[in-house]
């Protein structure tokens, strides 16, 4: 069954986008003449996901009045002003609006340009809730624009994942994945990162990946922002 809900991580701080980031949260921050929450919101709409839940932290209000005027998919903010929660924790507050069933989360700080099927259908279509306890959507560097750390997974024949350690032949996170809820059973409720969970699904061979189709984009520092232009108009001019 295809995802229905998903869980828009967007409370960063974005230091690194300083001085952009002084007076938006980086979320907003524009490429391409769209801001970067609306690429992966759009993302979402077009895979008919019915409710996206957005947390907030760092200059909330500006987000909280940027989604108030979207139709679809319908925005649920989950608002952590108290305190930033990381990844983990901002999905572990979220919980009880994100539902039983496995829902998406994607980065509100990255996004992707497809190639040919979306990258989120294809997730959906792999996804085996037998199997997997989180799948997610992997690139390779050749398909990266922006990211300059190194890779995060090696991926077997059947798409289980792996730690890298920063193998070149390895494949990226990129930044959107399929996951089961049951994962956070007896979760800590405090700031913690995602990374607990993927290690944690590899010691139980439950984590996989697939890699997408397109062009992956990372921003983040001001002056990488002429680049990921430059790879929008590549990666829709190839799409024609």
């Avoid at 050749?142 to 190194?150: I, Q």
């Avoid at 984590?207 to 680049?227: C, E, H, Q, S, Y």
Wanted: net charge neutral; aromatic share 6%.
């Amino acid at each position: 069954m295809k995802p229905t809900t998903a869980m828009v991580l967007a409370a960063g701080l974005g230091k690194r986008m300083r001085p952009i980031t002084d007076t938006m949260p980086k979320p907003l921050v524009k490429i391409a003449g769209k801001t970067l929450l609306d690429w992966g919101l759009d993302s979402l709409e077009a895979a008919g996901i019915a409710k996206a839940i957005v947390n907030v932290h760092y200059l909330p209000e500006q987000i909280v009045a940027h989604v108030a005027a979207r139709r679809a998919p319908k925005i649920v903010i989950s608002d952590e002003r108290e305190a930033l929660l990381e990844s983990a924790g901002g999905i572990v507050k979220a919980l009880p609006l994100l539902g039983s069933e496995p829902f998406y989360i994607i980065n509100a700080d990255t996004f992707w340009i497809d190639s040919g099927q979306p990258s989120l259908e294809r997730l959906a279509l792999a996804w085996d809730a037998a199997r997997m306890d989180i799948l997610l959507m992997l690139t390779d560097l050749d398909s990266a624009t922006g990211h300059c750390v190194g890779t995060d997974f090696l991926a077997a024949p059947d798409g289980a994942l792996t730690r890298s350690k920063g193998d070149p032949a390895g494949l990226i996170y990129a930044g959107a994945a399929i996951i089961h809820p049951r994962i956070f059973k007896d979760a800590p409720s405090g700031s913690h990162s995602l990374n607990v969970y993927f290690d944690k699904a590899i010691g139980a061979g439950r984590l996989f990946g697939i890699k997408m189709n397109g062009r992956w984009i990372t921003v983040g520092t001001p002056d990488a922002i002429p680049a990921a232009e430059a790879a929008v108009a590549g990666a829709l001019a190839k799409a024609v």
